[in-house]
């Protein structure tokens, strides 16, 4: 299949000539504006700081301890819930995936509420007056947030695995735990590892988390954010994020070169994933160790959600517990703040999600020129840090003197939640047998037509997965649109950092249950929807034939 200009492919030209467009102007020259504003002088004032050392010093520490803790409580957590038969491990597969649509300044949020000063845990229950603010709580928080992201990989790892290599080994008299050091550990490593990769950049770029929990212990992240608008010094802001550019960049060439063996690996140990709940074994003591550790973890998450809707309806947390409505019936005066994040979202992601799916399909499917420049470019955004990514589409968006607001917010998500789709749905386009392209295209279709009809209704469900992932990081992304903001597009995320600064911790928890509930019902409706289509779709083919 050859790019030409026939009459055929001129659909197909002026589609790629639009994704190169989008990729050169909302990724390409906003980076290049903010690589362009930095000076020598910036850079001598950055590495002349003894405080900024101490602010890269304390990033290089979070990243690593968050990592790897969120990888140890993901695997252990994935263990259980694959390869072991502990009671309700249903339920308990359920957990991480529901904390992993949960926007994600509510795990800091709920941390404040039970870990506090004022903290159900550690003051009512356990009586301390202590304050888990800093680097403790930072690492509490990060873990809890980012382990489910280790769980999803690391369970499909786990579900990979040939039951029968455990079997054989166990047939010739391995116990457990050697058959676990020897054969399920070492098959799971690429897994670990790509997961550490994947979360050691997200901890990187993590910007909600540090902000409300981490007080003085400051990271890069954070530190984007103080130097300009504390100290009004963009080159400082601007230097700070190109240097945290520079492990995220690393860490995303080598998460993808190991996605790539990984893929070869599977394939060559399990080729499908293998149905094994029959096979699973696990000795009475680990199962009882691993049961308990689950349950702690999930009594943990569900402790979180808890806070959120009980601080919703105290009057005074921790010092006023009388029920009130008077914070709930608050949420009417941030009706703009509630429908500007919803609205940003979903047009976002729908962006995101078309822009990754026919970018995805040039690439894979088409032989246009620039293939490997889209594949890095669509890609590129989840190495750049949220905060430095919005600071660079604000200071092009000065440069070409564009200041419409919600424009340059929908940009900003749709570019920064763009890879996840773009990987979701090239996966998805990988199982779909290229027979299916060839027959349309020998009936007279244009491979544009052969997009809209064939491959993206056969990949439905990997569009749908990419659509609801990046419209609930929409929702609740704070780092890529703070600097975006004006007074006539509120967001509520933003909001409800301005809230828990400000110690009103009603109104913070009332606002960030109701914007939960939203992207739950928003979920749900997608699903409904989703699962409506294909049973009409599935009842017209069968009447068809």
Not at 103 to 125: E, M, S, Y
């Amino acid at each position: 299949m050859s790019f030409d200009y026939s009459k055929n492919s001129k659909s197909l030209a002026l589609v790629w000539a639009l994704i190169v467009l989008f990729l050169a102007v909302c990724v390409i020259y906003p980076l290049a504006c903010i690589v362009r504003s930095v000076t020598i002088q910036d850079f001598k004032n950055v590495m002349t700081q003894p405080v900024l050392h101490a602010v890269m010093k304390n990033t290089l520490l979070e990243c690593l301890c968050s990592t790897s803790l969120s990888v140890i409580v993901g695997y252990i957590f994935a263990y259980a819930v694959v390869k072991t038969n502990i009671p309700f491990k249903k339920v308990f597969s359920i957990v991480p995936v529901l904390h992993l649509i949960t926007p994600p300044f509510v795990g800091g949020l709920a941390f404040i509420l039970l870990f506090g000063r004022q903290g159900f845990i550690t003051q009512k229950i356990l009586g301390l007056d202590v304050s888990l603010y800093g680097f403790t709580g930072l690492l509490i928080t990060q873990t809890l947030c980012f382990f489910p992201m280790a769980y999803l990989i690391c369970s499909q790892v786990l579900k990979g695995i040939n039951p029968d290599l455990e079997k054989a080994a166990r047939s010739l008299g391995a116990g457990e735990l050697r058959i676990f050091f020897t054969i399920t550990f070492p098959l799971s490593l690429p897994g670990i590892l790509s997961s550490f990769l994947f979360i050691a950049v997200s901890v990187l770029s993590d910007f909600g988390n540090p902000l409300i929990v981490g007080g003085r212990f400051r990271v890069l992240a954070v530190e984007i954010y103080t130097q300009l608008t504390g100290w009004l010094n963009v080159g400082n802001s601007a230097m700070l994020g190109i240097i945290l550019v520079v492990p995220s960049v690393i860490l995303f060439l080598l998460q993808n070169r190991l996605n790539k063996k990984l893929q070869n690996k599977t394939s060559t140990i399990s080729g499908k994933g293998f149905n094994s709940a029959d096979e699973n074994h696990c000795s009475l003591i680990a199962g009882i160790f691993l049961f308990i550790f689950t349950a702690f973890v999930s009594l943990v998450i569900f402790s979180q959600i808890a806070s959120i809707v009980a601080g919703s309806f105290q009057k005074i947390w921790g010092v006023k517990t009388q029920f009130t409505l008077k914070h709930i019936l608050s949420m009417k005066d941030y009706t703009s703040h509630l429908s500007d994040s919803v609205f940003f979202a979903l047009i976002a992601a729908t962006f995101s999600t078309l822009i990754a799916s026919v970018s995805s399909y040039l690439v894979h499917r088409t032989d246009v020129h620039l293939k490997k420049t889209i594949d890095v470019i669509a890609q590129l955004p989840s190495a750049i840090p949220g905060s430095l990514l919005g600071l660079s589409i604000a200071v092009a968006s000065q440069k070409i003197h564009f200041k419409y607001s919600p424009a340059l917010i929908i940009i900003a998500m749709t570019v920064a939640f763009m890879p996840f789709a773009y990987r979701v749905i090239s996966n998805t386009y990988a199982q779909i047998n290229s027979t299916l392209d060839n027959g349309a295209r020998s009936l007279g279709a244009n491979q544009m037509t052969v997009l809209g009809t064939v491959i993206m209704p056969v990949a439905k469900d990997g569009l749908f997965s990419g659509f609801i992932y990046d419209f609930i990081r929409g929702v609740g992304t704070l780092s890529a649109v703070i600097f975006l903001v004006s007074f006539d597009t509120p967001l509520a995320s933003i909001q409800l950092i301005n809230l828990a600064e400000q110690g009103t911790w009603g109104k913070a928890a009332s606002l960030a249950l109701v914007l939960t509930l939203i992207t739950f019902l928003i979920l749900g409706f997608g699903i409904l929807i989703d699962r409506l289509f294909f049973k009409f779709r599935r009842h017209y083919v069968s009447c068809a034939g």
